[in-house]
């Protein structure tokens, strides 16, 4: 089976920076056009499309609300996904998922739906 173990996750103050770690065991998929992200679920919120990354090419998206302040990335053997998170805000708040694609797409939404495979999550909490 597939298994996504996030990791990293913890409190922090406004404006500190948090990494967070998501390693894959039984991810057997290889090749470009797969897709691997990042979610994050807040109190009383839908889950939401925090950072992608499409396996291959390494062309990545983030949502309008962390851009310029997340990076997501993979290490060379693409076993696990990072997810770097600088200048956090209260509004990062939330229960932060890693996810995995078990099809190939031609580029990586920031949609649920692309995604067959999900973590347990890591708490990320950011006080003011």
């Known amino acids: 089976q597939v298994q996504l173990l996030e990791s990293g996750g913890g409190s922090v103050q406004a404006g500190g920076s948090l990494r967070l770690s998501c390693a894959t065991f039984?991810?057997?998929?290889?090749?470009?056009?797969?897709?691997m992200g990042w979610f994050r679920q807040a109190p009383g919120k839908e889950r939401e499309g925090v950072a992608t990354?499409?396996?291959?090419?390494?062309?990545?998206d983030y949502a309008d609300s962390v851009k310029g302040r997340f990076t997501v990335s993979r290490d060379n053997a693409q076993n696990t996904l990072f997810l770097q998170m600088d200048s956090l805000e209260p509004e990062d708040t939330a229960m932060y998922y890693c996810?995995?694609?078990?099809?190939?797409?031609?580029?990586?939404?920031?949609?649920?739906?692309?995604?067959?495979?999900w973590g347990q999550g890591t708490q990320v909490t950011v006080s003011s």
């Open positions: 996810a995995a694609s078990g099809l190939r797409y031609s580029s990586c939404a920031l949609s649920r739906v692309h995604y067959s495979y």
């Open positions: 039984g991810y057997t998929y290889s090749g470009s056009g797969y897709c």
């Open positions: 990354v499409r396996t291959g090419s390494g062309i990545t």
